[in-house]
């Protein structure tokens, strides 16, 4: 049986960076949830019969709305749900099923890095055919129905076993809980040269992944040690737990600081690396060396012909705004084309579908490519792997040779977490003020030769998205970006990215807060950060 239930509307259920996220309470607030699914389907059209994919990453809060989105889609008309087995599906092994199995869209159930428990995150997406995130056009529209919903649509069926492998009938829909693991593991196989990973772990070669208590666990376990060989022992944390084992899942320099630890000590293993609560973001560390994964994607893109699946070469490559400019030298060298996009990988969809790049990342830890449509942890992972398998050299010798062939960008970001909004505002409308008048004026000790708020013309629709961060040109080409998170669930983030390009090898070796102290100078004189958000210093620096 279907029923239609009346509601008023949520005012705040806004799409940020990457979809609704929020505090598990408010989405369990009576019909907060199921309007906004509702709102998602009536902002699509032609979805009767057809198929949708349904996982998350498996925290809290997870498998209930997974059983109501479930209900909704069968009374909305979809044909065929693909839920992956526990409601578990990374974010990329999401967008591929949506991709394999030609499935009309996904909603993945992920607030990414951000913590999970009952007082914690939680967040719905939904992404399109191509296995991407919803471009703005449908955020927009989704948002705009938020605003005036009335009614949700929902069939009365129980529970689905989702732990159970096999096809169920729910609201005359078809339900089937799949392997979350195995098509995406099949499809790394075709990508990179399992053999010649293998061969370097038999090798001795030793490596420590850090699954972070999330969603890559069952990913890691599969690919890492049942066909690549790596010690069980080497994949740390690898059960997914609902509330991530009180961690932020976040693979950074904060969060995951015990393998950032661990890498920098004598007993390091050789290859280090971490994912984060939905399986798409990756840290990379050689011993005794973080990668940044601004450095990563250049460095990635630069030997990503290694790798069988990227043995043609690269159409391009892609990277958001505030990642340092360490990709478009390999670009200029590749001579491949090179994009400049707004902050969240929904901006990457269209350059990928048109055969415009083939890698893309964030300086957020995101890399990935045109295999699917989201960023990638484990693909990340993999590629390095693979590079590494080729080159016979250590991390620290290949991050080495690039710097000296293409220089080196001192990059570093300062988060400011949970300020006030109002003053966070305050801050950005007074920088915004002066912007026009910067150019030739000093900011400490350097001059800024050009400022700007980005703004974003997509070459493959013509969109244009604005106010997608403020830039700060300085001569001798350091840069500096501010702009406030789409992501956070409480007050505002501040978030201020620095780099320095440094070409003479001779200065490779400086402490990265020290190379870059100028431009972080720089950005308290311009901003006025401590007097605008009353902090001495940012939360976290990655
Ligand atoms: C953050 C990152 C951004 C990433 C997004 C989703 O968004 O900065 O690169 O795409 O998370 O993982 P923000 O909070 O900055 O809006
Ligand atoms: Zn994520």
């Given at each position: 049986?279907?029923r239609t239930?009346?509601i008023?509307?949520?005012?705040?259920q806004?799409?940020?960076?990457?979809?609704?996220r929020?505090?598990?309470?408010?989405f369990?607030?009576?019909?907060?949830?199921e309007?906004?699914?509702?709102?998602?389907f009536?902002s699509l059209?032609?979805?009767?019969?057809?198929?949708?994919?349904?996982g998350?990453d498996?925290r809290f809060?997870?498998?209930?709305?997974i059983q109501?989105?479930?209900?909704m889609?069968?009374?909305?008309?979809?044909g065929?749900?693909?839920v992956?087995?526990?409601?578990?599906?990374?974010?990329?092994?999401?967008s591929h099923?949506?991709?394999?199995?030609?499935?009309f869209?996904g909603l993945i159930?992920?607030a990414?890095h951000?913590?999970?428990g009952p007082t914690?995150?939680?967040?719905i997406?939904?992404?399109?055919?191509?296995?991407g995130?919803?471009?703005?056009?449908i955020t927009?529209a989704i948002y705009?129905?938020t605003?005036v919903i009335?009614?949700?649509?929902?069939a009365?069926?129980d529970?689905?076993?989702?732990?159970?492998?096999?096809?169920?009938?729910?609201g005359?829909?078809t339900?089937?809980?799949?392997d979350?693991?195995?098509?995406?593991a099949e499809?790394?196989?075709?990508?990179?040269?399992?053999?010649?990973i293998?061969a370097?772990?038999s090798?001795?070669?030793r490596?420590?992944?850090?699954?972070m208590?999330a969603v890559?666990?069952p990913?890691?376990?599969e690919?890492?040690?049942?066909?690549l060989g790596v010690d069980?022992?080497?994949v740390l944390n690898?059960?997914p737990?609902?509330?991530?084992?009180g961690?932020h899942?976040?693979?950074?320099?904060?969060h995951?600081r015990k393998?950032?630890d661990l890498?920098m000590?004598?007993e390091?293993?050789?290859?280090?690396?971490?994912?984060?609560?939905d399986?798409?973001r990756?840290?990379i560390?050689g011993?005794g060396v973080?990668?940044t994964p601004?450095?990563?994607?250049?460095m990635l893109a630069?030997?990503?012909?290694?790798a069988?699946g990227y043995?043609?070469?690269?159409?391009?490559i892609?990277r958001?705004?505030?990642?340092?400019?360490a990709?478009?030298r390999v670009?200029?060298?590749?001579?491949v084309?090179m994009?400049?996009?707004?902050?969240?990988?929904?901006f990457f969809g269209n350059l990928?579908?048109?055969?415009?790049c083939?890698?893309?990342?964030?300086?957020?830890?995101g890399?990935g490519?045109?295999?699917v449509?989201?960023?990638?942890g484990?693909w990340?992972?993999l590629?390095w792997?693979?590079?590494l398998?080729?080159r016979?050299q250590s991390v620290?010798?290949?991050?080495?040779?690039h710097w000296a062939?293409?220089?080196?960008t001192?990059y570093s970001?300062?988060?400011?977490?949970?300020?006030?909004?109002g003053?966070?505002?305050?801050?950005?409308s007074?920088?915004?003020g002066?912007l026009?008048?910067?150019a030739g004026h000093q900011?400490?000790?350097?001059?800024?030769?050009k400022?700007?708020?980005f703004?974003?013309h997509d070459?493959?629709d013509?969109s244009?998205?604005?106010n997608?961060?403020?830039?700060?040109?300085?001569?001798?080409g350091?840069?500096?970006?501010?702009?406030?998170?789409g992501?956070?669930t409480s007050?505002?983030?501040?978030?201020?990215y620095?780099?320095?390009?440094?070409?003479?090898?001779a200065h490779h070796d400086?402490?990265t807060q020290?190379?870059?102290a100028?431009?972080?100078?720089?950005?308290?004189?311009?901003?006025?950060i401590?007097?605008?958000t009353?902090?001495d210093?940012?939360?976290?620096?990655?």
């Amino acid at each position: 049986m279907t029923r239609t239930v009346s509601i008023t509307p949520f005012k705040d259920q806004k799409p940020g960076t990457s979809g609704l996220r929020k505090k598990v309470p408010v989405f369990q607030a009576p019909g907060y949830t199921e309007a906004f699914i509702q709102s998602i389907f009536d902002s699509l059209e032609g979805f009767q019969g057809k198929t949708l994919v349904i996982g998350g990453d498996g925290r809290f809060y997870n498998r209930e709305v997974i059983q109501t989105a479930l209900r909704m889609a069968a009374a909305n008309g979809f044909g065929r749900v693909l839920v992956g087995r526990g409601g578990i599906l990374s974010t990329p092994a999401a967008s591929h099923m949506i991709r394999k199995y030609e499935a009309f869209g996904g909603l993945i159930l992920s607030a990414s890095h951000n913590p999970g428990g009952p007082t914690e995150d939680f967040g719905i997406k939904y992404n399109i055919s191509n296995g991407g995130p919803a471009p703005e056009t449908i955020t927009d529209a989704i948002y705009a129905r938020t605003q005036v919903i009335d009614r949700y649509r929902i069939a009365d069926f129980d529970d689905v076993d989702l732990d159970e492998l096999g096809t169920f009938e729910g609201g005359g829909m078809t339900i089937e809980v799949v392997d979350p693991v195995a098509d995406y593991a099949e499809l790394m196989e075709t990508l990179f040269d399992f053999g010649a990973i293998r061969a370097l772990v038999s090798g001795g070669f030793r490596v420590a992944f850090d699954a972070m208590h999330a969603v890559t666990g069952p990913y890691a376990s599969e690919i890492l040690v049942r066909r690549l060989g790596v010690d069980p022992a080497s994949v740390l944390n690898a059960t997914p737990l609902e509330d991530f084992g009180g961690h932020h899942p976040d693979p950074n320099l904060v969060h995951a600081r015990k393998l950032y630890d661990l890498m920098m000590s004598p007993e390091a293993p050789d290859f280090g690396a971490a994912s984060d609560g939905d399986g798409d973001r990756n840290l990379i560390i050689g011993r005794g060396v973080f990668v940044t994964p601004s450095d990563s994607l250049a460095m990635l893109a630069a030997n990503a012909h290694l790798a069988p699946g990227y043995k043609n070469g690269l159409k391009g490559i892609a990277r958001s705004m505030p990642t340092s400019g360490a990709a478009d030298r390999v670009a200029a060298k590749l001579g491949v084309e090179m994009h400049e996009t707004p902050t969240g990988w929904k901006f990457f969809g269209n350059l990928l579908d048109a055969g415009r790049c083939t890698i893309c990342g964030e300086e957020s830890a995101g890399t990935g490519s045109d295999h699917v449509r989201e960023k990638d942890g484990l693909w990340a992972v993999l590629l390095w792997l693979n590079i590494l398998a080729v080159r016979k050299q250590s991390v620290m010798e290949i991050v080495r040779d690039h710097w000296a062939e293409y220089g080196r960008t001192y990059y570093s970001r300062h988060d400011y977490e949970a300020i006030d909004t109002g003053q966070a505002n305050q801050l950005f409308s007074a920088l915004e003020g002066k912007l026009d008048s910067l150019a030739g004026h000093q900011a400490g000790s350097l001059t800024i030769a050009k400022a700007d708020s980005f703004t974003y013309h997509d070459p493959v629709d013509g969109s244009v998205s604005r106010n997608q961060g403020i830039r700060i040109f300085f001569e001798g080409g350091s840069r500096l970006v501010f702009r406030l998170s789409g992501t956070g669930t409480s007050g505002a983030t501040l978030r201020v990215y620095m780099e320095r390009h440094e070409p003479d090898p001779a200065h490779h070796d400086e402490e990265t807060q020290e190379a870059l102290a100028p431009v972080i100078e720089a950005a308290e004189a311009l901003a006025e950060i401590r007097k605008w958000t009353g902090r001495d210093s940012p939360t976290v620096i990655t």
